[in-house]
């Protein structure tokens, strides 16, 4: 027992906890600081319900401190674009070796500088009439208010007066309607009609996009051989392709077609996406085929639409732990298929296979002399004798592409990555420049006549995107219903940024 009670005295004893009297005592000290705060005030004079004065007090400071909040993320606010980055940027800055933005941000347009020899080329039809007013409405608003390039109407058939006016009335360059005949739409003498027909029709048959529509076909072989052989665009050396129901959402502040022309471009695009595979089995081989007759060697674009080679496999010294020693020649012998014939790539022609990569070209902006050269005539000729208009869907975007890659270079294109731009559900749309947004001058457009609904319109390009570091855009509202090309699966950007010189920026 006198061992037990040894033990008890050596434990070391807790402090007494303390009562509740304390506890009220030590409250009593404490809540003088805070009984002004605590008061209850009534609502009215004879209201039963009162609330804190603290309360009272502390709810104008929270309304301020969101009202500095919404100013500081306003767009056009000077803090905004003057606050510094919190993090790495999200927007990687691409080589300038071989192209660079024209502009970042914001210009005063030069209203009465020199213009370009050059028109927008729009192909329609007279039930496209809504379609064509929504791109017409877009770019004027964004772009032609202040150049007032002149538009240049494309059609299969005649237009008719309600399409002509009502277009007259919504563009404030001058308006050219042209149709375009036989030799240029529809099937050539050469070609077996029967075969060409029952090959678009299996295609339907096969659900290929848009691969059963005989005007598709039609469309993609004017775009890629014949638009600007047409009477109307003769007199032109630019051009600069519309299609109905799309949108431009950045205010484009100087002339491209001037600064293409400065710096020697050739092709511009906005937009680089894989084609579907099953449109275009065989084009690649035609391609290919051209470059080839032709002693031609790759000034450094073919290599964008050209799978990478395969990785040489990694040979490890004898003396790392992962080395395993190759199996003796007389049992690798006996191995089936091996000292056979390698299996063939049907899709791979001189070692090198099409990566689906091309220009969207439903936005471009060219030089007509390139598409009217010996060398792409000669291209164009080539693809279409071998029958893929018809036999398969080849559009005018790969047809566009592949030239380019085999005719041109790297320097010869610019990225048009400061323009937003949206067809279907594809869209690239800029982050807007810091310190380099202007004030917006409101565009009222005269051809809407409700006021109400033309104010509306107009003030929801007023408050446009916050800047962020690295972004290029001049005032730019982007969709918020689909992801930017830049950042979805099947862009072609990094492709592109391979042959342009790499990433300037981690």
């Known amino acids: 027992m006198g061992l037990v009670r040894d033990l008890v005295k050596r434990i070391p004893s807790s402090p007494n906890l303390p009562s509740l009297d304390d506890l009220s005592r030590q409250k009593d000290r404490i809540s003088p600081r805070l009984a002004f705060f605590r ?40 803090v905004r674009i003057m606050m510094p980055p919190g993090g790495p940027p999200a927007i990687r800055v691409i ?22 020899n050059a028109a927008f080329v ?4 007279n039930k496209e009439l809504e379609g064509v007013l ?72 096969e659900a290929i996009m848009y691969g059963g529509m005989e005007s598709y076909h039609h469309m993609c072989r004017f775009y890629s051989g014949f638009f600007y052989k ?15 129901e799309i949108k431009y959402f950045c205010d484009i502040t100087y002339d491209p077609f001037i600064h293409m022309d400065r710096a020697n471009k050739t092709y511009g695009f906005t937009i680089a996406v894989k084609e579907l595979k099953e449109t275009v089995p065989n084009i690649f081989r ?48 006996t191995e089936p298929g091996r000292g056979g014939m390698p299996e063939a790539d049907l899709e791979a022609m001189e070692d090198e296979k099409y990566n689906m990569c091309h ?27 071998s029958g893929g208009f018809w036999m398969e869907r080849w559009g005018d975007a790969p047809i566009h592409s592949l030239a380019a890659g085999a005719l041109l270079s790297p320097k010869d294109i610019h990225y048009f990555r400061d323009f937003g731009y949206r067809h279907t559900t594809i869209q690239h749309c800029p982050a807007n420049a810091p310190s380099r947004q202007l004030p917006r001058i409101p565009f009222l457009e005269k051809t809407t006549l409700d006021e109400k609904k033309r104010r509306e319109e107009d003030e929801y390009w007023e408050s446009f995107d916050s800047p962020k570091e690295n972004g290029v855009g001049c005032r730019c509202k982007c969709d918020t219903d689909i992801v930017d090309v830049e950042g979805k699966q099947g862009s072609c950007l990094a492709e592109w ?10």
């Not at 007090?57 to 301020?64: A, K, M, Q, R």
């Not at 047409?230 to 109905?244: A, G, M, S, V």
């Not at 007759?293 to 000034?299: M, V, Y």
Request: charged share 25%.
């Open 39 to 78: 008061r209850r005030i009534r609502i009215k004079g004879n209201s039963s319900i009162s609330i804190p004065l603290g309360v009272v007090l502390l709810f104008p400071c929270i309304v301020l401190v969101l009202i500095l909040i919404l100013i500081v993320r306003h767009p056009s606010s000077p």
């Open 95 to 116: 080589s300038d070796k071989h192209d660079k933005v024209f502009v970042s941000g914001c210009l005063e347009p030069q209203t009465n500088g020199p213009r370009a």
């Open 122 to 125: 729009v192909l329609a039809r």
């Open 134 to 205: 929504q791109s017409v409405k877009s770019i004027e608003r964004h772009f032609n208010r202040w150049f007032h390039y002149p538009y240049v109407f494309l059609n299969d058939g005649d237009f008719n007066s309600t399409f002509k006016e009502t277009i007259t009335n919504h563009t404030s360059g001058s308006v050219e309607f042209g149709k375009i005949d036989s030799s240029m739409w529809g099937y050539p003498p050469w070609a077996d009609q029967s075969v060409a027909k029952e090959g678009i029709a299996k295609q339907g048959d």
């Open 230 to 244: 047409h009477d109307l665009l003769q007199k032109y050396t630019w051009y600069w392709r519309l299609e109905p």
């Open 286 to 333: 035609y391609a290919s085929a051209y470059k080839r007759l032709n002693n031609l060697t790759s000034k450094g674009l073919w290599e964008m639409f050209v799978e990478p080679p395969p990785a040489e496999p990694t040979v490890l010294p004898t003396d790392d732990p992962k080395y395993k020693p190759p199996l003796p020649e007389e049992i690798l012998k």
């Open 359 to 385: 220009f969207w070209s439903n936005f471009e902006i060219a030089r007509l002399d390139w598409f009217r050269s010996q060398e792409y005539e000669d291209f164009f000729q080539m693809m279409d004798r």
């Open 497 to 506: 940024v391979d042959v342009a010189g790499g990433w300037a920026s981690p």
